[in-house]
């Protein structure tokens, strides 16, 4: 529901290509409103209080941004004055940093940087004329990030809310080589269908994604909750009633999270010990449990009840220095009666190996690495 005393917003929380669908899903059980799925992330609705509880709880999204403006812009005049209408300085002041990015697709304009440029000097010229006074530019760390959608002449302004990408949870100060992203590893679990009273493992865990992950749902720990902060609460309108909001957000997160210590059987095993160390070391400033062991794949065993195998084996150019890993996993896969085992792929040596028709397969991106995934019911 909106509060009354403030105006329902636009919003639109950005995803991983081919994520768009779980973060739908996500969204809509956190009870945000007007949820719609599109290309590239969620449009929601509700007030300020809805988009900060996008930012602490959601665990997909990679970015919450508030839609500002919508206006067309066939050339650089259009939309410099479509950017000069909108009021800035509820964001923007005399201290205060700003940085614009832009992504274009099937416009007039095409260059990104122009683009940026353009709206970045209507920013700048608006709140000289209003307030007089002038922001400086922060490409790399500004205290406002604008973005600037423009698809088929048609411009849409957004304020970042999230500052730093969603999946930075401030959890992982150290990773082994080729990290996945906690949001992508958060959506990978979705589309699994793990359930959080099931057990889990991962055989080749890296720096602990997928397990740590898993313990933050298993122990109800909001993904945002170790941020130190988010870029809404460097604005100019970030005033003692919305600190007062965002703590009570805090607050009502700490209160469910469950910290008697009992949790579900998550396994983390690498080949690699100081890898693993770095997994033990990242699971301890999430304040999750897990289990941790050093091991090949071909000697996994597990000591619990048959459940979930998620994983991210190494492919591609990590994958060349093993020719024969993906048989050796699905020689080992195969044995595990009664488990789901579901692997993030770029190429089919796994599911020819492992000759069983998968239950799931889906087409997800790796930053710029085009993957499947795949789910095998083992008999």
């Known amino acids: 529901m909106t509060s009354k005393s403030e105006p329902e917003r636009r919003y639109f929380a950005t995803a991983a290509r081919g994520t768009e669908g779980v973060l739908r899903d996500e969204l809509r059980e956190l009870a945000i409103p007007a949820v719609k799925a599109t290309r590239g992330g969620v449009h929601f609705g509700g007030d300020f209080t809805s988009a900060m509880r996008a930012c602490l ?14 206006f067309p812009a066939v050339d650089a005049k259009q939309l410099y004055q479509g950017a000069r209408l909108v009021k800035w300085e509820r964001f923007l002041g005399p201290s205060t940093t700003l940085a614009v990015r832009a992504n274009l697709r099937d416009s007039t304009l095409t260059h990104s940087t122009f683009v940026s440029l353009k709206v970045k000097d209507a920013i700048v010229d608006s709140l000289r004329d209003r307030l007089r006074v002038r922001p400086n530019v922060d490409r790399y760390e500004p205290d406002v ?13 957004f304020v970042d809310l999230s500052g730093n ?31 959080a009273d099931k057990s889990l493992i991962d055989p080749m865990c890296g720096s602990g994604t997928f397990v740590i992950e898993a313990a933050m749902q298993a122990q109800n720990v909001a993904p945002g909750l170790n941020r130190k902060r988010f870029g809404f609460e460097r604005w100019i309108c970030h005033d003692q009633e919305r600190k007062r909001q965002i703590a009570e957000l805090r607050k009502q997160a700490r209160e469910i999270q469950k910290t008697d210590g009992r949790t579900s059987f998550i396994l983390g095993r690498d080949r690699d010990a100081a890898t693993l160390a770095i997994a033990r070391a990242n699971a301890k400033r999430a304040g999750v449990n897990a289990r941790w062991e050093v091991g090949e794949v071909r000697d996994l065993k597990p000591n619990c009840e048959p459940g979930w195998l998620v994983t991210n084996p190494p492919y591609g150019v990590r ?20 488990f789901r085992v579901c692997a993030l792929l770029s190429d089919r040596e796994l599911p020819k190996a492992m000759r069983l028709r998968p239950t799931i397969e889906h087409e997800l991106w790796n930053g710029k690495i085009e993957c499947r995934l795949f789910c095998w019911d083992i008999p």
């Open 145 to 157: 990030l604008i973005t600037v959608h423009l698809i088929k002449n048609q411009a849409e302004l």
């Open 319 to 338: 994958l060349s220095s093993d020719a024969s890993l993906p048989s050796q996993m699905a020689r080992r896969f195969r044995e595990l009666s009664g």
């Open 165 to 195: 990408p969603l999946h930075r949870r401030g959890y992982r100060i150290a990773a082994g080589s080729a990290p996945l992203k906690e949001t992508l590893a958060a959506a990978i679990l979705r589309f699994s269908g793990w359930r």
């Open 57 to 70: 709880h959601s665990r997909i999204a990679v970015r919450v941004l508030e839609k500002l403006a919508q």
